[in-house]
């Protein structure tokens, strides 16, 4: 997409990072199913939303986990989302009770997608930018627009040179 800000700003996301804000989403969303009777199952958005939904599976005892698959970015760049594979019809029915996981809202278009699939579903993410806010029911930090957000999963431990730009 043309349209999109330019990131300026990069935001590494480590796995402890990620597990502690995945556990506090999980806490959060504890006493939110409708009438407290527990969530029914998990949809994780494929493929961001997959380890999220696993640690938020685990904290809340919740065994039943389909996926919607989505795909919209190659690297960087954003075209129109589209579902490539969807949940069960019968499981999530027009998603009363179902938690749906993403790792992130940025422009907020892949959630737009998949809550046409399961209008009444609750949407959590663990990162929301201020455009995929509004698509977002709970969410832990927001990042701002102009942010790229970097995931444990597509980095690795590497050499830095020291501050001074001497090596060793
Ligand atoms: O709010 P949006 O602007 O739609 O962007 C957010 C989506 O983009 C990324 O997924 P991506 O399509 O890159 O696929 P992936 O999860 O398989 O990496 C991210 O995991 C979210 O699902
Ligand atoms: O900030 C981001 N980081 C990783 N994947 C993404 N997909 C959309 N926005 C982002
Ligand atoms: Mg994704």
Known sequence: ???RLPHEKGFHVSWDQLHRDARALAWRLQ???PEGKGWKAIVAITRGGMAPAMIIARELDIRLVDTISVKSYQHQNQSEPQVIKAPDPELVGD???I???DDLGDTGKTLEVV???MPNAHVATIYA????KPMVNSYITEVSQD???FF???MALQYVKPYTGLDD
Request: charged content about 20%; hydrophobic content about 35%.
């Open 115 to 117: 809550r046409q699939h």
């Open 147 to 149: 942010t790229w957000i």
């Open 99 to 101: 938690l749906i996981i």
């Open 129 to 132: 930018k201020p455009m995929g």
């Open 152 to 154: 444990p999963w597509d």
């Open 31 to 33: 006493d939110l199913s």
């Open 95 to 97: 998603g009363t009770g």
């Open 1 to 3: 997409m043309t349209d």
